[in-house]
């Protein structure tokens, strides 16, 4: 399988919840290496942007006031099919539905307050990483 990158935010519920260091770890013990990481409190603007595909969305409205809510954890994680890797350890996007042992069965309250995002393909990984850090600052290791 190829190495790829993908984007993962712990959102403000999790960082709420002082568990950065727990779903870090789920990451590093599959094998997923942070190749960048930044705490960002997103303006109002950043978190439109960032989810304008789902603009037309019902729940539109509220996940922007739950993102801009407090800080989120941004982080670029790289290694062998990472994108679908990070999904598995995800879980499904409602905790009630996702799989025990995901990190939305394990750490998020809600549909809307579901602790992690991340990309859910290669294209859209790429824009999501290029959207938090120049490729500069992104460290292959
Ligand atoms: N979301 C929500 N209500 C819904 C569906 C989605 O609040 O009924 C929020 C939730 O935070 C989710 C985000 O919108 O993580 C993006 O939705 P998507 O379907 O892309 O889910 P994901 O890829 O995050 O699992």
Known sequence: MAIERTLS???PDAVAKNVIG???????????????????????????????????????KD????MISGPVMVTALEGEGAILKNRDLMG??????????????????????NAVHGSDAAETAAVEIAYYFPALNVYSR
Do not use: C, N, W
């Open 9 to 11: 935010i712990i959102k």
């Open 22 to 60: 727990k779903i870090y770890s789920r990451f590093e013990e599959a094998g997923l290496k942070i190749v960048a990481a930044r705490m960002v409190q997103l303006s109002r603007a950043e978190a439109e942007g960032f989810y304008a595909v789902h603009a037309a969305r019902p729940f539109f």
């Open 63 to 66: 996940l922007v006031e739950f």
């Open 92 to 113: 499904a996007t409602d905790p009630k539905k996702a799989d025990a042992g995901t990190i939305r069965a394990d750490f998020a309250d809600s549909i809307d307050a």
